[in-house]
């Protein structure tokens, strides 16, 4: 089974400076998706980044941007310029590669870690 | 697009009560899952769905628990009887196709069991 990690339950960033939050994950899987979800707290989730494993290159979403490390199964969430907006809670999320048609496939998530920006 | 609806948005109730949670996904999405937030556990997928059928339930944490998606425009997650242990955020999010990787949640359901 797959397992997603975020080991920190809580981070604080100045408003402006640059904070990395740190995902763990486990699969025995060669293909398969990664994901940031943001909750702030309206609780909407909304989705940040993703990353696809076959992917080398790290994505990027404007201020959002993500070091994926495959063979450490690694995947961590940069957040660039910290806005008071960015306040809320981050999930790591994972979700295998659906390869027939017909078929679908869940996400796993981590606990989340709780973001606070200091004005 | 009103985005994946769900209601009501706060639900309190005594113990022993059985309690029914909504949710319209987007229209055009044929997949639909349910997930349960708390603190300790997190989110947790309880059930979804393709095509208005049941594809894995092994979330769902007892018989008290129930789903169904009668059409492709509605689908109701049950607990009948609830329990305190129940109380936590549900959520409803929706899929379109099968390569689609963005999923759409809904505002969640508070639900307090007493």
């Known amino acids: 089974a797959q397992t997603v990690t975020q080991s920190q339950p809580e981070m604080s960033v100045q408003e402006a400076e640059t904070v990395t939050l740190s995902c763990t994950y486990d699969?025995?899987?060669?293909?398969?998706?990664l994901f940031w979800y943001k909750q702030p707290p309206s609780r909407q989730m909304i989705l940040v980044i993703r990353q696809e494993a076959y992917k080398q290159q790290n994505a990027t979403e404007n201020r959002f941007s993500v070091n994926f490390q495959k063979a450490a199964k690694s995947f961590s969430l940069k957040i660039s310029d910290s806005q008071l907006g960015d306040a809320a809670m981050y999930f790591c999320?994972?979700?295998?590669?659906?390869?027939?048609?017909?078929?679908?496939?869940?996400?796993?998530f981590g606990k989340g870690i709780t973001l606070s920006v200091r004005p | 697009d009103a985005g994946v609806i769900q209601s009501p948005r706060h639900e309190v109730t005594e113990m022993g009560q059985e309690v029914t949670l909504r949710c319209k996904p987007i229209?055009?999405?044929?997949?639909l899952f349910w997930y349960r937030q708390t603190m300790m556990r997190g989110l947790e997928l309880l059930i979804y769905f393709n095509n208005n059928v049941p594809i894995d339930d092994s979330g769902m944490p007892e018989d008290r628990f129930s789903a169904k998606m009668p059409n492709a425009s509605f689908s109701t997650l049950k607990i009948q009887p609830s329990e305190p242990r129940d109380s936590a955020v549900y959520f409803c999010?929706?899929?379109?196709?099968?390569?689609?990787?963005?999923?759409?949640f809904g505002s969640g359901t508070q639900l307090s069991v007493l």
């Open positions: 999320a994972y979700r295998r590669a659906t390869l027939l048609r017909g078929a679908n496939s869940k996400l796993t």
């Open positions: 229209s055009g999405h044929n997949s």
């Open positions: 999010a929706s899929r379109r196709g099968n390569l689609n990787e963005k999923l759409f």
């Open positions: 699969t025995s899987e060669s293909d398969y998706y």
